[in-house]
């Protein structure tokens, strides 16, 4: 049993969930102490400063074809209007939409605020820029019911250009059946954070999520993935993700220290996950993720990042094996580093890389 703070954990053989929220009237905070709701899916919709889009993406929870479901909305310390919208939306549908609202923390912290008032026995995260298609509740849930070692389904992903024009084929590898997220996901999140529905038990196995505010879905769902998780393939479309002009932490300089050490932090443990799943180094995604961390090693080093650039290395070291460990490239590149510093190897070994470009 989980018990979380603030919280009574009484010894029950249900989950107590514990947060602090706010009703659609307003009123002031109260403790929300809920149970485990077979069937419900709870669909979580961090957000901040994205009003317009918000009220699509809640529009298409509402359309869901399934139900019972909630939709839980964290507000990640917007500075507009968006609370105003979120708690409108509510407004009458106290027993579907709860808004709870907090200081800016991060996509990762906010979605963690609503896994814990979430009372449903399937979790979906929902970015507020994102759509949901309308049967994805209905051939998901049933899909897992089908198959009952299976702890996530993931469909077909349609991706819509910002000029409004969708591509042709499933987006990234969701029009693949595999049948677990390692070690393919070594190489890529080949799905997006819409496309999966989870079943609580498998996200609170899992633990919380981290406070990256970069690749924190990635280190998430590997996280998921070193518990050896069963997918169940879905061959159809359940989700839209979508390019658009307003602000995404996706994008960004590639040499933003303060992107690579998130994005350092993410690798870190997304090693550390690979590697407590027993994936060997030999293996094609480990030697791919392996070139990862050494070109992120270097980059980091470029962007001033001492600490962040020595430790991946070391990393990718020890992911490409013993005796790749051995190689010249890597020899040579430690050789330097001690010599004139991980910061300016790191700038001379990225200006090298452009100039092959």
Known sequence: MIGYQGVPNNGDSCN??????????????IWYLGRMIEGLVSTIIPVRNRADLLREAV????????????????????????????????????????????????PGRAREAGRRVARGEFIQYLDSDDLLLPEKFSLQTAGLRDNPRAGVSYGYTRYRHASGLAESLPWKGSGTRVETMFPSFLRERWWDTPTPLYRASVCDVAGPWTDLRLEEDWEYDCRIASLGVKLHFCEAYVAEVRDHEQGRLCRGEGLDPFRLSQRAHAHQLIYQHAVRAGIEVDVPEMQHFARELFLLARQSGAAGLEAESRDLFMLAKDASGAERARGLDFKLYGLVAEILGWPLTGRLACASDRFRK
């Open 16 to 29: 107590v969930l514990g947060g602090i929220e706010r009703n659609a009237s307003r009123s002031s905070p």
């Open 59 to 106: 529009a298409s929870v509402l359309a869901q074809t399934y139900r019972p479901l909630e939709l839980i909305i964290v507000d990640d310390g917007s500075t507009d209007d968006t609370p105003d919208v979120a708690f409108s939306l509510a407004a009458g549908r106290i027993e579907e939409i709860r808004v709870f609202r907090q200081p800016n923390a991060g």
